[in-house]
Nanobody
């Protein structure tokens, strides 16, 4: 069983920064890929970024160069540093991993005002 709990969301002005964190509990040592997704109001959930256990990262084109995903295997955390935020980044952000099943956190709301 794996549980994910996100934190760090909030209200920020355009151009600002936020750092999201995801604490992972359970059998985390076997989890290879972890990632972040987001879902804006009225839209489908979309992939944002992912990181493997050896630190390899990938980003959606919409956030490349602005967001940075990181992982601390010792602390069982995955973070998403978001900079140069835009109003279109407003969404609920979800932490995700696959460990036989898809596991999701409950999400944290990020609101970017113009």
């Amino acid at each position: 069983q794996v549980q994910l709990v996100e934190s760090g969301g909030g209200l920020v002005q355009a151009g600002g920064s936020l750092r999201l964190s995801c604490v992972v509990s359970g059998r985390t040592s076997s989890i290879n890929v972890m990632g972040w997704y987001r879902q804006a109001p009225g839209k489908q959930r979309e992939w944002v970024a992912r990181i493997t256990s050896n630190g390899s990262t990938n980003y959606a084109d919409s956030v490349k160069g602005r967001f940075t995903i990181s992982r601390d295997n010792a602390k069982n955390t995955v973070c998403l540093q978001m900079s140069s935020l835009k109003p279109e980044d407003t969404a609920v952000y979800y932490c995700h991993c696959f460990y036989g099943l898809d596991y999701w956190g409950k999400g944290t709301l990020v609101t970017v005002s113009s």
